[in-house]
């Protein structure tokens, strides 16, 4: 072998070692326990829950990979897991994808409803909101914002507000790991958290120049 | 005690006026809460729970007419001091990995015949009617004040027990997708204005788990760590299991281990 391709091959196997190791995949939370783990969690209930309760311990393949990976898929999985969550976005019979700020606000700031069980749940009909705050700064006089999710202040005044930004806007709160698997996000519409109606409002809440996202 | 109830009245009060003033410029919001929790602790109501639970301990009851002075939290009959700080671990004598509240009821019922139904049937306060485990369990927990969290989990048991905790831990479902990973898996995070620890660090896990028991302002009573995790479950919109499941203990275990050498500071008050 020539120098020169010894060289080259020593560099390749360094790189393959190097890339090797980046990719070890982590070890899934559980291990070797992971299946016990699971009876374990799940025999934890009381058994005299109403069925409907209790289906909100199923996981769909989303969730299931995203846990095992914890939530930092290797890209052909998390790539998988997007075109996945992308085909089940629905939108609002009548197309419109804007709809009015004034409702958006309210339901971002909304953090109540869906608790279930015994001690403290929530009345039937409490409404349901998409606790946007939570994670998200939006309106500048909000001040009690949380930082898990990025500022989306100004979202519309940085983004505008062309189909392709409303479509986006739209896609990402009715299912937001169809672009990012794996995110801490919610997926709104999918869980019928939201209606597509309510996402249209909170996307007039992002877009709408009048609104104080961006208005402020 | 008076004078104890004096503080705490006043630490009340002066939280009240210090809360009203949070709705300052952003940046200034975290000095103020930590501020608040400031003033809350020149006057933790946990103090008078302490000091029930006490009397409790020493207290002959149940069918048996017998105290708790001989229960062993995995240092030996009535030792108390730095118990709450190495649990959960395994006991040999249940062959379970008990957590400090599944060790608690175990003495009640052994020692002094109580049924577990009976003595588990009040595991949390409600307004008016207070919670013999409570108090308990924050009298427990203050002899560990000081004292560094211990739990390597190095018993096959307790190992196993720390990664079905870590399994739940990353555990997704749900209508709202949570797990306990996303809100707690992440340095520097609030929610709204509460700050989030890094639940999978020692730093995180140990700022969270030394203040437990602790006093909730919010919900007016101290709160053990299976009510706070219980209702963890509740806020990801699950189910809530059941007082002293295994999940629970093993979800305990986990974050012990994680915050192990962390000094305890209990009781503790939060918002």
């Known amino acids: ?4 391709y010894a060289l080259f091959g020593a560099l390749a196997a360094i790189i393959a070692a190097s890339s090797l190791a980046q990719t070890k995949p982590v070890e899934p939370p559980g291990g070797k326990y992971a299946k016990e783990a699971e009876q374990v969690f799940r025999s934890s209930f009381r058994v005299d829950n109403p069925k409907y309760w209790m289906s909100r311990l199923e996981q769909d393949e989303t969730m299931r990979l995203c846990a095992q990976y914890r939530d930092n898929p290797p890209r052909k999985i998390g790539t998988q897991l997007e075109k996945a969550n992308l085909a089940t976005i629905r939108y609002p019979v009548e197309g419109k994808l804007i709809g009015e700020w004034k409702e958006g606000e309210k339901l971002a700031a909304v953090g109540t409803g869906g608790h279930i069980g015994f001690i403290q749940p929530d009345p039937p009909g409490r409404l349901r909101g998409g606790n946007c705050y939570a994670c998200h700064q939006l309106a500048q006089k909000e001040v009690a914002y949380g930082t898990i999710g990025p500022s989306l202040q100004h979202y519309g005044k940085t983004r505008g507000n062309s189909d392709e930004i ?45 609104s104080p996202v961006n208005k402020d | 005690m008076i004078q104890a109830l004096i503080r705490t009245v006043l630490g009340v009060v002066v939280a009240g006026a210090c809360i009203g003033g949070v709705a300052a410029q952003d940046s200034k919001v975290a000095d103020e809460l930590a501020k608040y929790r400031e003033a809350l602790a020149d006057g933790n109501p946990a103090d008078l729970l302490e000091v029930k639970g006490e009397a409790l301990w020493a207290e002959k009851r149940g069918p048996r007419n017998a105290s708790l002075e001989q229960c062993d939290l995995g240092l030996g009959p009535g030792k108390l001091e730095g118990a709450y700080a190495q649990l959960p671990r395994y006991f040999a004598d249940t062959r379970k990995v008990m957590d400090v509240e599944s060790r608690l009821v175990h003495c009640m019922v052994t020692l002094q015949g109580f049924k577990q139904e009976e003595v588990t049937r009040q595991w949390f306060s409600k307004p ?30 307790e190992q196993k027990m720390a990664k079905i905790g870590e399994y739940i831990f990353y555990r997704r479902s749900g209508p709202q997708d949570f797990s306990c990973a996303i809100c707690h898996g992440q340095d520097g995070k609030r929610i709204r204005l509460q700050e989030l620890g890094n639940l999978t660090t020692r730093e995180g896990a140990g700022m969270a788990m030394k203040t437990w028991p602790s006093y909730r302002v919010s919900q007016g009573a101290v709160w053990t760590m299976q009510r706070r995790l219980i209702d963890c479950m509740r806020q990801a919109r699950w189910p809530e299991p059941n007082y002293l499941a295994d999940s629970i203990i093993a979800l305990e275990t986990f974050l012990q281990k994680t915050a192990t050498g962390t000094v305890m500071e209990t009781p503790g008050i939060k918002r």
């Open chain 1, 1 to 4: 072998m020539k120098p020169r």
């Open chain 2, 128 to 157: 008016g009617k207070e919670s013999d485990i409570e108090a308990l369990v924050t009298f427990i927990g203050a002899k560990s004040n000081g004292k560094p969290i211990n739990v390597p989990a190095t018993h096959p048991e």
């Open chain 1, 166 to 210: 409303v479509k986006y806007t739209y896609d990402k709160i009715y299912n937001s790991n169809a672009f990012t698997a794996c995110t801490n996000m919610p997926r709104f519409g999918l869980h019928s958290w939201l209606t597509p109606e309510q996402i249209t409002h909170i996307v007039a809440f992002l877009l709408d120049p009048e």
